[in-house]
């Protein structure tokens, strides 16, 4: 068999030869993955890439990055925007479901493209960067809107952004009398540790509270450098939660779960959702039945402190919003 050629560990891999190069992928495997990320986005941080066993294709970290053909079959249940954003979009770049609180969308580019995202028709490389006009008038419609009191930062991951203009996007949000918190929903800081630099965490020093959601769906994602990346933010003050994706062969079991959990709590992350798999096109391998979901629950009530415990929720159809699985 031929041997995997030597990868740069320096930079990210962005295409099934990156993946084959580095040993992830199997080389007769890339012909039917060019299919893959001719439609969906790939890319994995050396962080990342670390992380993942080459010998298990099972591997927790792996699932969640490493493109698969079965990403091409689309389930009969499986709809383009799962989460139903279209409908409840003003403008570019906002979503407003919520009376008192909306989305913005300042770019759709992620340090990491997970193989569940149920915005992977949407997000990629190419950036979605708001432009100078576009992000004008999304101020302007916060501004017109005194209903509205938390701005959401997502997309694609805000923390993408230079710390220059990350501080620009909050501080003219901060500035609105009507809002009253922001929150950034974020994979970088276990994707991309480095990323959270001093000037960073100094654009997130608003005159409004700034909380940061961290997404991570397995305990290994917690290595020393996220640790340490998290601890910058959690020592300038900055309130830190945690959501996660119940997935199939990566967190569905009570032990998994558990050591997730427990690694937030240690690097002072509060869990606070754990979200049922939006179904979003060729994410069907992923799927763990909401009745599984609950039972996990179940069985980490009293292995774990009552404030360890996330919400698990699901997008209701239609663009209902979040509710908790019962």
């Known amino acids: 068999m031929p041997q995997p050629i030597a990868q740069d560990q320096s930079r990210t891999l962005r295409s099934p030869q990156d993946l084959a190069r580095a ?3 199997a080389l007769d495997a890339v012909p039917g993955l060019k299919a893959v990320a001719a439609r969906y986005a790939t ?5 990342m890439a670390s992380l993942i066993n080459k010998e298990d294709p099972a591997d927790p970290i792996g699932l969640q990055y490493i493109p698969n053909v079965a990403e091409l079959i ?8 799962p989460t139903a954003d279209a409908p409840f979009t003003p403008l ?14 300042p770019l759709l580019a992620c340090p990491v493209y997970c193989r569940f ?9 190419d950036g979605g960067l708001l432009s100078e006009a576009e992000l004008q008038e999304a101020f302007a419609w916060f501004e017109a809107n005194a209903a509205i009191r938390e701005v959401i930062l997502t997309g694609g991951d805000p923390l993408m952004l ?20 922001l929150r950034i929903h974020t994979r970088v800081p276990v994707a991309d540790p480095a990323r959270i630099t ?7 020093r608003q005159t409004k509270p700034v909380f940061i959601a961290v997404h991570a769906n397995h305990a290994r994602e917690f290595t020393p450098d996220a640790a340490q990346a998290v601890a910058r933010l ?9 959501q996660s994706v119940l997935l199939r062969g990566v967190n569905d079991d009570a032990s998994a779960m558990e050591a997730l959990l427990r690694a937030m709590i240690r690097n002072r992350i509060k869990p606070y959702y754990l979200h049922s798999l939006d179904a979003a096109p060729g994410t069907a391998r992923f799927q763990v039945p909401e009745v599984d979901g609950l039972a996990l629950m179940a069985a980490l009530r009293g292995r774990l402190p009552g404030h360890a415990l996330p919400l698990f929720v699901r997008e209701t159809p239609m663009g209902g919003g979040k509710k908790p699985v019962a």
């Open 74 to 81: 689309t389930a009969p249940h499986e709809l383009e925007d």
């Open 117 to 125: 995202c149920f915005r992977r028709e949407k997000v990629g490389p």
């Open 92 to 105: 570019k770049g906002v979503v407003h479901r919520y009376p008192d609180r909306a989305l913005l969308k």
């Open 234 to 242: 959690a020592d300038a003050g900055v309130p830190l939660l945690g």
């Open 162 to 181: 230079s710390a220059r203009r990350l501080g620009e996007i909050l501080g003219r949000l901060a500035g609105m009398a009507h809002i009253e918190s």
């Open 23 to 25: 040993g992830l992928v």
């Open 198 to 204: 001093a000037a960073l965490v100094a654009a997130l």
């Open 43 to 47: 890319a994995i941080t050396p962080a």
